[in-house]
């Protein structure tokens, strides 16, 4: 089964970026083609969808987010990764990683989240 | 491309049954039936309970069922249970392999 746990740090101040990992456990394999993705929760609000990536490197963003963010992959450490630049308060949120798995186009793992907040 | 429009909050009785709106517009839920619901218990993972507009994945009870009519899908609940307690978010595909999700509905189960 597999499993997905974000990492990094839970303070960032304002204008600078925000990084984070998702640590990829168990074999994706057999599940079909999928994408690598990431989405936050800001308190009290809905879910958004950040971008997602495939295996191969090709990725795909929110547009609100594209000029921002980059997603990256590294097979070889089964780890992906997201930084967003020129953070501000609002960007202070739940991370989550996710697998989007294009059988069903669903997100049908997710991390635990980990909370990431913006300030001075 | 905007956030789906749901219901900030919904509540019914052990037994009872519940609806959860998802709006959307025909760039997303209208035009595609790649509608997913979320099951999310605060401080856990969220947990796919729909995709594809009507369908369960395996391990989800059949109290849980999607629809859709034009640019709306719904969440139905049946059989309410003090565990079905949660925040709800619907997820549809929005062209251009970009997803779009709602606002998030919490359910209280009385």
């Known amino acids: 089964q597999v499993q997905l746990q974000e990492s990094g740090p839970g303070l960032v101040k304002p204008s600078q970026t925000l990084s984070l990992i998702c640590a990829v456990s168990?074999?994706?394999?057999?599940?079909?083609?999928?994408?690598w993705s990431w989405i936050r929760q800001p308190a009290g609000k809905g879910l958004e969808w950040i971008g997602h990536i495939f295996t191969s490197g090709t990725t795909y963003y929110s547009p609100s987010l594209k000029s921002r963010v980059t997603i990256s992959v590294d097979t070889s450490k089964s780890h992906f990764s997201l930084n967003l630049t020129s953070v501000t308060a609002a960007d202070t949120a739940v991370y989550y990683c996710a697998r989007l798995l294009r059988t069903g186009d669903v997100f049908d793992i997710w991390g635990q989240g980990t909370m990431v907040t913006v300030s001075s | 491309q905007s956030a789906l429009t749901q219901p900030a909050s919904v509540s019914g009785s052990p037994g009872q049954s519940i609806t959860i709106s998802c709006t959307g517009t025909?760039?997303?839920?209208?035009?595609?039936?790649?509608v997913s619901w979320y099951q999310h218990h605060p401080g856990k993972a969220p947990q796919v309970i729909i995709y594809?507009?009507?369908q369960r994945p395996s391990g989800v009870s059949h109290r849980f069922s999607g629809s859709k009519s034009g640019n709306t899908a719904s969440l139905t609940i049946s059989g309410l249970q003090p565990e079905d307690e949660a925040g709800y978010h619907c997820c549809s595909y929005a062209g251009s392999n970009t997803w779009v999700f709602g606002g998030g509905t919490k359910l209280t189960v009385l």
């Open positions: 025909t760039n997303d839920i209208g035009t595609y039936n790649l």
């Open positions: 594809e507009g009507t």
């Open positions: 168990g074999d994706s394999r057999s599940s079909g083609p999928y994408y």
